[in-house]
């Protein structure tokens, strides 16, 4: 089964037993994917309906960000929510230690020497995290690595 296919079966089942929170989020990224699948005119293959799941994730937490300074605790509670449910169909996360050897792995591959090769680097580091981080968690270990020596 598909993750799109996963997704819908389970918004179903979320419907079925009332469950709005999840019901709510799985409608909202089914139309996001819908959305996808329009702008590409055609399926969204897996590693795309996972980046616009992973999408969903970011804005969620830039939400959980904003209410949080803004003292809105319930609408914090409500997208941590969200994001719970949305989190149960990415890939198990890279840890530190994981993405620290990615990322010298992809170093080596593509022979960077500095931060001048950061985008080589990212291209391929983020090749071989598929999902399983952030970009900007990617992008942060990249340019602590190519640092230049002081």
């Known amino acids: 089964m598909s993750l799109a ?3 819908r079966t389970e918004l179903g089942v979320a419907l079925k037993a009332k469950n ?3 019901a ?3 409608r909202m990224l089914m139309a996001s994917v819908k959305n996808a699948e329009i702008e590409k005119h055609g399926p969204l293959s897996e590693e795309e309906v996972l980046v616009q799941i ?3 994730v ?3 937490r830039e939400a959980v960000e ?3 300074k803004g003292g809105r605790t319930e609408m914090k509670e409500k997208e941590e929510a969200e994001i719970r449910v949305l989190e149960a169909y990415l890939p198990a996360q890279l840890t530190d230690a994981e993405l620290d050897s990615l990322v010298g792995a992809a170093i080596a591959e ?3 020497t500095g931060p001048a090769d950061m985008g080589k680097v990212m291209k391929a580091a983020m090749a071989k995290a598929a999902g399983r981080t952030e970009g900007s968690k990617v992008s942060e270990f990249v340019r602590r690595k190519l640092k230049p020596a002081a």
């Open 54 to 56: 992973q999408k969903a």
């Open 5 to 7: 296919e996963r997704i």
């Open 20 to 22: 709005l929170v999840t």
């Open 58 to 60: 970011r804005i969620r």
């Open 110 to 112: 593509t022979g960077a």
């Open 24 to 26: 709510n989020t799985l």
């Open 66 to 68: 904003g209410f949080t």
